[in-house]
């Protein structure tokens, strides 16, 4: 029988420098120096960690938040840009995959962005949430199908969505259709109370039985100094509080090392990747288990944009996003191939 192949995970909870986007990049790089110290091949970080999660828009009415929202603007992260840089250039030091939440700033949107850099330092995959949730959608636009993608990585194949996205069944099952072997999830936390870390358990436990997969579960925190900055007021503060569960999962639903739930903290422990197969020999829920001719999904992965060229000549000004999905259409044969868990739209 040939050895276990042991991958080396790390999970971060971790809490911002709150209204400064290098203060929050220079803790992220401390850490991936400091996981390197320890071996690790992939290290995960909290959703939107930079510059920070937008936390004032969850105790606070719109009308009330334009200060905030606009100096949020000031700290988001382009992408390419001098923040990305930095963490590839780490990545590529340790070859160690990187997947670093950001609130992304695309001309005039802000979107909850996913990165993935792989061991050489190549941004992978950039994703963004593809519904905002609740007060959410004030500060984030919508992303799109063309993120719900696994890479393939020295680790294995890495997939990731963030926080609520997990309860989009059929978004779970894009990326376990594309044999997700590793899930990398991520979580504000310091939000809602205790309910919503028991909630968060449960979620990222049953996404590892079903898709047969390592979860990796990351969730920021915030300080009582930072609780205080944000509101005065006791009562608001009390839902800032909680809602930290940073773990690692086995594809067998099983915790590998007791889960932080407050503080800052870093998980190291070691994946057996034959775990996988252990469980997807019993139950693999997108091939001996599925019945793709009665139950499949349908995924329209091209990138969305506001304008399509049905010319040749291009725009000047078109956003990454934008200028690689331009004038595309919907396959008519699409509803005609074979029975399969996963049909894209071409």
Known sequence: M???????????????????????????????????RQGVQIIVFPETFVPYYPY????????????????????AVVVPGPVTEAVAQRARQHGMVVVLGVNERDHGTIYNTQLIFDETGTLRLRRRKIT????????????????????????GRVGALACWEHYNPLARYALMAQHEEIHCAQFPGSLVGPIFADQMEVTIRHHALESGCFVINSTGWLTDEQIQSITPEPGLQRALRGGCCTAIVSPEGVHLAPPLKEGEGMLVVDLDMSL????????????????????????????????????????????????????????????????APLTRVA
């Open 276 to 339: 996988i197969t252990k469980r997807k020999r019993m139950m693999d829920s997108v091939g001996h288990y599925a019945r793709p001719e009665l139950l499949s999904l349908r995924l329209d992965d091209r990138p969305t944009a506001p304008v399509h060229l049905l010319g040749g000549a291009g725009l000047e000004g078109l956003s990454p996003s934008m200028s690689t999905g331009l004038g595309t259409a919907a396959s008519p044969e699409a509803s005609a191939l074979a029975p």
């Open 56 to 75: 004032f828009s969850f105790i606070r009415p719109p009308m009330a938040s334009g200060a905030e929202h606009m100096a949020l603007y000031e700290h």
């Open 132 to 155: 905002p949730t609740f007060h959410e959608r004030m500060v984030w636009g919508q992303g799109d199908g063309s993120g719900l993608k696994v890479v393939d990585t020295a680790v």
């Open 2 to 36: 040939s050895q276990p192949r042991i991958i080396k995970a790390a999970a971060v909870q971790i809490s911002p420098v709150l209204n400064e986007a290098e203060g929050t990049l220079h803790k992220v790089l401390d850490r991936i120096d400091a996981a390197a």
